[in-house]
Every structure is written in structure tokens, then in C-alpha cells.
């Protein structure tokens, strides 16, 4: 292989590496978005809270989250599942239609579960699991998931970079441990506050906290 040859083999390997042509880049303006880490929790229906707190027990606002209506409440649980029990974890509100738990994969670990990796509300085949509150307890027969990394966008926002409810977008930290994460899936609503959601797993891996900045470089 002469000079010539090696270097076409080469810039054909870079070219493969940055993406396929289906992908573009975005320009200079591209997008910084904030961080927030979403560490395990749950979101009980009302019926299963008052199963698990009593009846016509409501929900303790303890903290707003970033995203609007959303908040953290006083009341935590514990979760078990066939490996084991992690305790203290906390509800988030408002009540929603179906219960779902979201872990981590090391939380798997230690709960004995397999649950698949999902967008939020997309229970239907995930995995069981068994909640106890102070006042009883509940065995779910699908709704712990494993979150996928997702982009909380506004309309607006999505509108600016040409983005709409469901497509997929590379993502560059901006920190010293550097990586490109992939494949993270967009979620465009008027109620929505620009804010990318990894879990402590994703977190770990790239030394983000809460309110670090991360750039979306390209759509694919």
C-alpha cells in the first residue's frame, strides 16, 4: 500500500469514527445544556401511595425539582426485590396514571432484577418488584426500569435547533473525565425546561454533578 493509499484508508477511518452521513454536526452556536443527576426513586399512583401511606394520605412537598410541577416529597420507601432491599428511597410527585421505580444498574445489582432500559412510562413487560411503606406494601407486576438518558427540551429550544419529540442526539461532557455520550433521546414539550437526566451510573462515569454543563454536537 503506497502513501497515497494509507492516507485515504486513514481520513475513510476518521470520517467512520465522527459518524455516518445520515448524522449532521451542529455550527458554532451549538447547544450547552444543564445537567441533572437522577438518582433511584418512585412514582406511585394515587391508589398505590395510599396503599402504602393510608388512606387519604396526600403527598409532603419537601423540594421543586427543575422541571416544572415536578417535586421531590418527604415520604421515602423501601424497595426489595429477590437479591435484596435498598431503603430510604424517595417519591417524586405529582401522582402519576401507573407506579414505576427507576434504578440504576448497580442498583440492580443489589435488588437481584433485570429491568430493561426505557423511556419513562414505557412499562409494559418490565420488571416486578415489591415497595414497602409505613403503612404496607405493594407487589408491582411491571414498572422498574433502568431510565434511558433523555434531553428535557422546550419547544422553543427544539425549534431553535431543528429538533423534534423523539429524535436522537451525540452529547459531548465538558469535564475532566471527557466523553461523548450517544444515542440520547430527545423530549420536547411546552412544559418542559432544557435540562439533560442521567442516572448516578451515567453520572460516575463522566464526574457530572448537578448543574454541569454537557453540548449536544450532532443529530443522529
Known sequence: MNEQEIAALVAKIIAEQRGSSDCFQFAEEDTLVPVGVSNRHIHLSQEDFEKLFGAGATMTHFKDLSQPGQFACQEVMTLVGPGGA?????????????????????????????????????????????????????????????ALKHIHMHTDDANRLGLVNGD??????????????EDVLIRVSDKFRLEMHVDMDEANAASLTNGDTVKIVGKC
Open 168 to 181: 436522537h442526539v451525540n452529547v459531548q461532557t465538558c469535564g475532566e473525565r471527557n466523553l461523548m455520550f
Open 86 to 146: 435498598i431503603e430510604r428511597v424517595r417519591l417524586l410527585g405529582p401522582a402519576r396514571k401507573q407506579t414505576q421505580v427507576e434504578v440504576s444498574v448497580a442498583d440492580c445489582f443489589k435488588l437481584g432484577v433485570k429491568p430493561p432500559l426505557r423511556d419513562s412510562g414505557d412499562l409494559a413487560g418490565s420488571a416486578p418488584l415489591t415497595i414497602v411503606g409505613p403503612k404496607g406494601s405493594i407487589n408491582i407486576p411491571e414498572g422498574c426500569i433502568i
